[in-house]
């Protein structure tokens, strides 16, 4: 895709809305999947907790076969 030639850059500041240091929380969107929509109403767990627990089950178990 190229960028049209009527767009004008020429009075735009560089770095405007940079700030050192800030952290930036992104949305993830996952999609549907039955575990984890299932297992955590039963438990009264938050999908978001289920969510964060998968990668450090993995780094557990990467550190495992080190």
Known sequence: MK???EYDFSKDQRGKFYRQ???ID???YL?????L???PAKKEIDRSS????LPRG???VT???E
């Open 50 to 53: 289920v969510v964060n627990e």
């Open 3 to 5: 960028m049209r030639k």
């Open 63 to 65: 550190e495992a076969m």
């Open 31 to 35: 999609d549907e999947v039955r575990l």
């Open 26 to 28: 992104i949305p993830i």
């Open 58 to 60: 993995s780094i557990k």
């Open 37 to 39: 929509s299932r297992e």
């Open 21 to 23: 240091g800030m952290k």
